[in-house]
Structures are given as C-alpha cells and as structure tokens.
C-alpha cells in the first residue's frame, strides 16, 4: 500500500483519487474549493459521470480515501499527484500553468525525503523540468515524474483502472531508477494485467498527450472536411467513411462526420500545442492545426445554417428543439459544447429555443439562463417547427420517428451526429438532414 496525495480534485483528480483507493491505496484528495471537499468526503460527486459515485462511496467506506483543503496534511506522504486543470489563457492559445505552479509551490514545504511528485496534468513540453527544479530544491532526496492520463469523459472509471497504456517521464541516473520503483508500486495491478509500459524522458512524456490529441483532432476533422466536400458533390460522408475505415491504415473509429468536438480538453490542448511550438521555433511543423481548429468550428456554422434552410434562410419565431447540450454522452460537462453553442447562436438569430440533456441542464442553465429548458425530449419538441439532434445520447438514437412526429408542429429534423436511422425517420414522413449527406 502506497500512501498518496492527489492534488486538484476536479474531474481528473476526484477520479483518480478513488480509484487508486480502490486499488488498496492511502489516499487523500486535496483541492483549495472546501465546499467541492465537502461534497467529496459525504460521496456526493460534483460531476456526472457513470460509474464514479459507486465508486467513491466504496472508496471512502474501505477508509482509504478522504479529501482536505489542508495542503500541509501531505506531509510524510511518499506519492503526490499533480492534477489541476490547464485552461487556456484568456485572449491567447497558450495554457495557463498558474494551478499547476500553485500546487507545486504549496506541496514542495511538506516534502519528505524520497518522495516522488507526480505531474499528471496536461502541460506545454519544458514544464517537467522547470517544476522539477523547485521540487529538489525544496526536498534534495525529492523527485519529480510525468504521468501524463488519457481519461476519456464517460468512460473515466475503466480508464484508469484499465489503462490502455502508462507513460512515465523520469530524471536521468539513480533518481529515474527509485521513480520508476515507486511509480510501479501504484500501478502493480495494471501492470500485472500486461498494460504496455513507456518510459521515457520529461519532454516525450509531456508530448505524448498533447500528440495524441492532436492526432484524435486531425482524423475527426478530416471526416468532417470530407463532409463538406460531400455536401457539395452531392455524395454520402457515411458511405465514404464506412468505405475508408476498411483499410486497417485508417480504421473506423472516430471517422464520425458531425458537429466536431469540443470539451475542457480536446480543443485547448491542440491550441497550447500550437502556442508551445511557436515559442520553440516549431510553429511551421503544427500549421495544419490551425486548419483542423478551424474546420472543427465550421461544423457549428454550417449546422445553424442547415437550421435555416429549413426555412428558406430564416429561423426568426420559429420554435426549435434542440436535443443535447453536453459536449459528448455520458457526460454532464458543456465546457466548448458545440451543442451548446449551436443553440445560443440560434437563440441570438431570434428562434424560440428550446433544450434538453440527460445530465448537462444545470450546467448549461448557468452558463446561457435566457434559453428555454425542458426535462425530456418530448417536452422539448411539443410544438417544434425542427427538432435538431446535436448530442448523440443513446435515449436520442432510439427515439420511435411515428410516435415523436405526433408531438411536433413540423417534421423537420436535423441529425448533428450522423447518428439515426435516416430510413428510419424518412419514412415515418421526416425531412431528414445532416451534415455531408443528401
């Protein structure tokens, strides 16, 4: 058993502290928000997400985990992970490092010897060896790794109890050595179950998510670009993905044509890949990100325009149903929702907007008030003149189009998602959309 702090208990830390717990180690969850703490220590988690109240509330039964605001009570502790946000800076692409250095600042006066910090957060390539700096001046014996995670919303539990693969970055000579020791200790099950080990340097370990992300973005936005070309040349972006995917070069997945993507995570991180690269001198080899940045915003446009050529280019008075607000399913997290932002841009274009979401409705009522909320689908839609689709909830795909077309003033939808039966709806008499298709 490992005694362990995880620092920052947002989405990732809250996560990753109970199942660590869960895993059969000491934990404490530490963030500077008491009220967040509180909610923790009494199992009520401060996000949706499937699978973590059970989780939790097993965690903190086993007296495994607690939470504090009390940064000192890391002391005498021998693991401590690092897992505050990054956001994007205000008015620039580059990532705000100020919770990060905040963590390492006020955890590096209750180091022990031979204890091992443990960034996990997302950061621009440099920021490992800058931090590693405080830490040994702090505690000599002290050391610091890369953890970088690879948590996907929705399914953020089995990531970390399954990994698909763990990267360490580590310091060079004895201390590497004695990081890796104890960085196997807490990952002993993973490890045991044949998770793929990378280790590695400070800078590749840094680089590793920020790539992968990018390489995620760059496939989503190819489909997406191919979308428009199908749209002009009247050909099938489903039939073209289904057709492609089947070289095993390319695969299948996340060649999804639709709205793009969004989250707290996918579009800030290629922007401060971007950022990051300028300042190296490496702009020109991370162009093409700008472009995949921009297509990915095209979709949001392209989608309020589709809403109006409904209706012969304009949506003034007319009433719309908009299904989704969250940024993906499964998730209750509207931070760059397309969705969200699809609906407030028809909202600001006069249409009487009306939204739904499984999960994400508090979030969203906080962030645009002045839209129209509903409980369910079918509120929602009463009386729609469009129903548009914009995330792809299981309880949206399998919507029954004869008894959904009873309520509607209009049978006019528009799949954001490519994600219904097109024959389906057609033939329960919809007008059926959707982008890069006829």
């Known amino acids: 058993m490992t005694t362990m702090t995880v620092i920052g208990c947002g989405y990732l830390g809250a996560v990753h502290a109970a199942c660590m717990a869960t895993l059969g180690h000491d934990v404490l969850g530490i963030d500077v928000d008491a009220g967040k703490v509180e909610q923790l220590n009494n199992g009520i988690p401060p996000f949706f997400e499937p699978g973590f109240p059970e989780l939790l509330a097993e965690a903190?039964?086993?007296?495994?985990?607690?939470?504090?605001?009390?940064?000192?009570?890391?002391?005498?502790?021998?693991?401590?992970?690092?897992?505050?946000?990054?956001?994007?800076?205000?008015?620039?692409y580059a990532a705000d490092l100020a919770y990060v250095d905040a963590?390492?600042?006020?955890?590096?006066?209750?180091?022990?010897?031979?204890?091992?910090?443990?960034?996990?957060?997302?950061?621009?390539?440099?920021?490992?060896?800058?931090?590693?700096?405080?830490?040994?001046?702090?505690?000599?014996?002290?050391?610091?790794?890369?953890?970088p995670e690879f948590l996907r919303e929705g399914l953020a539990v089995q990531d970390t109890l399954h990994p698909d693969r763990i990267v360490y970055g580590l310091p060079d000579g004895e201390a590497g050595e004695t990081a890796k020791a104890l960085l196997d200790e807490v990952y002993e099950n993973a490890l045991a179950g044949g998770t793929p080990l990378v280790v590695t340097d400070y800078a590749t370990a840094e680089l590793v998510k920020a790539a992968a992300n990018s390489f995620l973005a760059t496939k989503i936005s190819f489909i997406n670009a191919m979308a428009e070309v199908c749209e002009a040349s009247g050909a099938d972006v489903t039939k073209l993905a289904d057709a492609i995917g089947h070289d095993p070069r390319i695969g299948r997945?996340?060649?999804?044509?639709?709205?793009?993507?969004?989250?707290?995570?996918l579009p800030k991180d290629i922007r401060a890949f971007m950022a990051r690269a300028g300042e190296l001198g490496a702009d020109q080899a991370l162009a093409f990100l700008r472009e995949i940045d921009s297509i990915n915003m095209r979709r949001r446009v392209r989608m309020v325009d589709?809403?109006?050529e409904f209706f012969g280019g304009s949506i003034v008075g007319r009433r719309i149903a908009v299904l989704g607000l969250a940024f993906k399913p499964n998730s209750d997290d509207i931070r760059d929702s397309p969705a969200l932002n699809v609906a407030a841009q028809m909202k600001l274009q006069g249409a009487s907007v009306v939204v739904t979401d499984p999960q994400a409705v508090a979030n969203a009522q906080k962030a645009w008030p002045d839209l129209e909320y509903a409980e369910s689908p079918q509120a929602?839609?009463?009386?729609?003149?469009?129903?548009?689709?914009?995330?792809?909830?299981?309880?949206?795909?399998?919507?029954?189009?004869?008894?959904?077309?009873?309520?509607?003033?209009?049978?006019?939808?528009?799949?954001?998602?490519?994600?219904?039966?097109?024959?389906?709806?057609?033939?329960?008499?919809?007008q059926y959309r959707a982008l890069g298709r006829r």
């Not at 443990?118 to 700096?133: I, Q």
């Not at 997945?253 to 995570?265: V, Y």
């Open 60 to 92: 903190l039964k086993s007296n495994r985990l607690r939470f504090s605001s009390d940064i000192s009570e890391a002391a005498g502790r021998t693991v401590h992970f690092v897992c505050v946000g990054t956001p994007q800076k205000r008015n620039e």
């Open 103 to 147: 963590a390492v600042n006020a955890l590096a006066p209750h180091l022990s010897p031979g204890a091992i910090v443990v960034g996990k957060s997302t950061v621009p390539v440099g920021t490992a060896t800058r931090l590693a700096d405080i830490v040994t001046d702090a505690q000599p014996t002290a050391m610091l790794a890369w953890n």
């Open 253 to 265: 997945r996340f060649l999804n044509a639709g709205l793009g993507f969004g989250g707290g995570c």
């Open 306 to 308: 589709l809403a109006r």
């Open 380 to 430: 929602a839609a009463t009386g729609a003149d469009l129903v548009m689709v914009l995330t792809e909830w299981d309880e949206y795909r399998w919507l029954n189009p004869a008894e959904f077309g009873t309520i509607v003033r209009g049978k006019r939808i528009l799949d954001g998602r490519n994600a219904l039966d097109r024959e389906a709806w057609r033939a329960a008499g919809w």
